[in-house]
């Protein structure tokens, strides 16, 4: 959404400036005006440059500085040590000086200027020292509490801010406070009347799981979040959840790589079915409310932490009777012995009535008494949460990740997301529509690197780590530079069968977050060589497939599989590995086909479709929707039908190619047919095809279906 705000603004204000700053080429650069191909990690020496570059061009908001802020001196020193020149910190980036004198002067000549990041800088073993190097040249230059200025942390999850308001880290105490912060543990004591409470950090996420392998925790409570894909080092947090003597966790799913190690699983509610609020990044509280009862015997987290906590002997503590209850005794923590002193404070809502509660509307904190408007916009005043009131700088020395090349571990992985799925897809992996996209894991390389190792596009690829190894599809793309390859973090055990990227993973965190390297490792790479591919659909859930490689695509009907397994097994060895070997419970179709070596199966039980299977070399590109729809038929196959099935060639049925628009499950076939008929811009082939015109995600990627004038003219 952010994104499309962003395009939105840029077309009607073209002059605005777009930079991007990413080690690849991603569909942001698609309305960049310069992109920062950067070394991976090394984001803290480009705002390092800008601060001191700040100075030389006189840009600094000096009056700001003296009136509000403390330590400018010493961070512009560190900066100029350790980025003394624009060569140095070009050098230090991997980018050219052009590119960077050129960022630099548009940093100079625009005072209305929005730094977004996220994970890209967050999950590094410097994460803090990047933001506070951010930080550093908002403050330098007075780009904060502005309209149109400001360093902005859009967060990697939905309502990551609402769990840190609450206390949901390690090193927090409930309402934003923490434990560094003097005098706080004992307010949030008194208030809870709680003589036993914690009085230093727990135990961060990596360090957790240490401990747990130590034996040290015994006990561990896992909720909507599945570290055993999530986190770096997959077969260290499987040795803990091994070791630990009680694991417990609550899912709205009932598979996936963490319930499966759970001694105790508690079925919670999903989104559309709870009830309380959420806080965006931008600091703004709504209320949310189900939209669907819970199904089965699945609870709020909130009704199971109580029950087990009246177990425990808690009964008074945790009386609470409904989410209200909750909502304002946080209020009230949020203002008690406030007076302005923490950011966090939303006493407002302290007093308020569970019917006021339930038409709450949508508002940023600070909410204090007095201000039910809340806070716009925040520090214009210039006034910070800090004793004195003023802004600190932090003196940085920009660092790369921990581990660097080698001769053993010459390539670089970068990881990431990819356009339709989320996190370990324990939710949005079941949407068959939103794996028409990006169906299967991959590993992004350059042509060069992919030339060398004797990589074809679609071929499976083994990256190997120190700590582990997955298998990938080769995405041979210019999108990354030589040396670096980068490979999406969603897919589980559930999904596929040696695909999860956190195996690749060091335990390298930030000293001071916690927060672990997990965008950076070092690997190497080979072409998994002497296999053949295929596909596979069934009526039938498919248990302990036996191939070198496998993944489970969704789809409306039936199951998916992409296969690979090693060249030379035969046809009768094949039906064995999809455990439909019996031919006295149905009957086998084949089609061999000698000088591609294409084999074709298909497996008839009661006259009706149960099982295909596309066997190939080398990979090939096979639209499924024809053979899944075959799946749900109920009338016995046709004779026609038989034969297509075998030949692969269904009639009367559009073959869409590679799906493109997820909305409106346009492909790409559909959009070049479109542009061979004379269509020659993105809104012409919304008019025609409906692409691009709801979510807009895909609008990058049809804006290069589209000739340009150069183009047009030979």
Partial sequence: MLFQRIAEAKKQRPHMKVVVIDPRETATCDIADLHLGTKPGSDAAIFSYLLQHSVQENVLDQGFISRHTNGFKEALNQASEST???????????????????????????????????????????????????INCHLATGRIGKEGAGPFSITGQPNAMGGREVGGLANQLAAHM???????????????????????????????????????????????????????????????????????????????????????????????????????????????????????????????????????????????????????????????????????????????TKEEYDALVPVQWPVPKGRPEGTARMFEDGRFFT??????????????PVNQFSQEWPFTLNTGRVRDQWHTMTRTGD????????????????????????????????????????????????????????APIHWTQQFSNASVVSNLIPQVVDPLSGQPESKHAQVKLEAVKDVSYGVVVSSELLEELDFTYWCYVPSEHGYHYEVVWPVGENVSS????????????????????????????????????????????????????????????????????????LVGLPA????????????????????????????????????????????????????????TITELSA
């Avoid at 914690?198 to 040290?216: H, I, S, T, W, Y």
């Avoid at 991959?442 to 997955?470: C, F, M, N, Q, W």
């Fill in 387 to 400: 004793p004195d009131k003023r802004a600190k700088f932090i003196p940085i020395v920009p660092q790369l």
């Fill in 178 to 352: 923490d434990f560094a912060t003097p005098g706080a543990q004992s307010l949030v004591q008194r208030f809870w009347q709680a003589p036993n409470m914690a009085r230093e950090n727990g135990l961060k996420a990596v360090d957790l799981f240490q401990a747990m392998e130590e034996g040290k925790v015994k006990v561990v409570w896992i909720m909507s979040t599945n570290p055993m894909v999530s986190l770096p080092d997959t077969a260290q947090v499987r040795r803990s959840l091994e070791k630990c003597e009680l694991v417990i966790v609550s899912d709205c799913k009932a598979h996936t790589d963490t319930t499966a190690m759970a001694d105790v699983l508690f079925p919670a509610t999903g989104w559309s079915e709870k009830d309380g609020t959420v806080t965006n990044s931008e600091r703004r509280i709504s209320r949310q409310r189900g939209l669907l009862p819970a199904p089965g015997e699945a609870k709020h987290d909130w009704w199971t932490i109580c029950e087990v906590a009246k177990s425990l002997g808690y009964q008074s503590a945790f009386s609470y009777r409904n989410v209200h209850e909750i909502f304002v005794e946080h209020a009230a923590l949020s203002a008690f012995e406030n007076n302005g002193k923490r950011d966090f404070d939303i006493g407002h809502f302290s007093q308020m």
């Fill in 574 to 645: 094949i039906q064995t590995l999809l455990n439909q070997d019996d031919a006295s419970i149905g009957e086998w179709l084949e089609y061999t086909n000698p000088v591609t070596e294409q084999i074709r199966l298909a497996y008839i039980q009661d006259k009706k479709l149960s099982l295909v299977a596309y066997l190939h070399p080398t990979p090939e590109s096979i639209s499924c929707d024809w053979l899944e729809s075959k799946l749900a038929e109920q009338e016995p196959l046709s004779e026609f039908d038989r034969m297509a099935i």
């Fill in 431 to 486: 949407a068959a529509l939103l794996t028409k996209h990006t169906d299967q894991p991959y590993v992004e390389i350059h042509p060069r690197d992919a030339r060398d190792l004797g990589i074809e596009d679609k071929t499976l690829v083994r990256l190997t780590s120190p700590h582990g190894e997955a298998l990938l599809k080769a995405k041979v793309s210019r999108g990354v530079a030589p040396g670096n390859v980068f």
């Fill in 84 to 134: 003394p020149t624009l060569a140095s910190a070009a050098e230090f980036c991997g980018v050219s000086e052009k590119d960077l004198s050129l960022l630099a002067s548009w940093w100079a000549e625009t005072p209305k200027t929005v730094t977004f990041y996220s994970q890209g800088v967050n999950q590094s073993s410097s994460g803090v020292d990047k933001c506070n190097a951010i």
């Fill in 652 to 707: 009367n049925v559009e073959d869409k190619g590679a799906i493109i628009c997820t909305c409106f499950q346009v492909g790409k076939k559909q959009i070049e047919q479109a542009v061979t008929d004379g269509v020659c811009s993105v809104e012409e082939l919304g008019s025609l095809l409906k692409c691009g015109t709801n979510c807009g995600s895909c609008l990058p990627e049809l804006k290069h279906f589209i000739p």
